[in-house]
C-alpha cells in the first residue's frame, strides 16, 4: 500500500522555520510525491527539456533532467510499480527515491515540505511525523507507542487522532507539535 501525502497536510519552508525549531531533514523515501502524479502532466519534450503542466496550480513549467539523471529518467521501472508517482520521480537506489528535475521543478514542489509534526522529549527531537500517520524516529519507545496508537485510532478523523496523540504521547513524556 502506498502512502500518499495529502495536500491538506503539506506546510511551507516559512511555516517551518517558525515552528520546527529543528531543521527538516529528507529521508528520500518518495512517498510525497508517490501521489503528485495526477496532477503533473508532461505535454511534450522539447529538445533536452519538458514541457509540463501542474494541475493543482495550474502551472506551466519547463522541466530539465539535473545533470547525470539522463540513464535514471529513462528506467520506467518506478512509475510502472507506482503508477501514481510523479513522472519525473525515479529510485536512485534501495533507500533513495529521487527527483531526476530537482532543479527546474516547480515552485509547489519548492515549497513542499512532508513533515507534519515532530514528537520532542526535554527540548530534544524525537520523531518527525510525515504524512498524515507515519513516524520517522529513532527512539524504540516513541516507535512502540506509536504503532500502538496507529492500531487504535489509526482510522479515525485527523483531529481526534491528533488529541489522541497528544494525549498518549504526553503521558509517555514526549511533546507533541503539529505543523498547520
Not at 89 to 106: A, G, H, K, Q
Not at 150 to 158: H, L, M, N, S, T
Request: glycine residues 8%; charged residues 25%.
Amino acid at each position: 500500500m502506498s502512502l500518499i501525502c495529502s495536500p491538506d497536510t503539506l506546510i511551507t519552508h516559512q511555516q517551518k522555520s517558525e515552528c520546527m525549531g529543528s531543521e527538516f531533514t529528507c529521508t528520500f523515501c518518495g512517498r510525497c510525491c508517490n501521489g503528485f502524479g495526477r496532477y503533473i502532466t508532461i505535454n511534450q519534450k522539447i529538445g533536452g527539456a519538458y514541457s509540463v503542466t501542474l494541475s493543482l496550480t495550474k502551472e506551466s513549467f519547463m522541466a530539465v533532467l539535473d545533470p547525470g539523471r539522463s540513464t535514471l529518467f529513462a528506467d520506467t521501472s518506478y512509475q510502472n510499480e507506482h503508477p501514481h508517482a510523479c513522472p519525473f520521480l525515479r529510485r536512485e537506489d534501495e533507500d533513495r527515491v529521487i527527483c531526476t528535475i530537482y532543479r527546474s521543478r516547480p515552485r509547489f514542489c519548492r515549497d513542499y515540505i512532508c513533515c507534519t509534526g515532530k514528537v520532542m522529549r526535554e527540548d530534544a527531537l524525537c520523531g518527525e511525523m510525515k504524512g498524515r500517520r507515519d513516524l520517522k524516529t529513532d527512539d524504540p519507545a516513541l516507535q512502540d507507542d506509536w504503532i500502538g496508537l496507529k492500531e487504535r485510532y489509526g482510522g479515525v478523523p485527523d483531529l481526534e487522532w491528533k488529541k489522541e496523540v497528544s494525549k498518549a504521547l504526553a503521558a509517555s513524556g514526549y511533546e507533541v507539535v503539529f505543523y498547520g
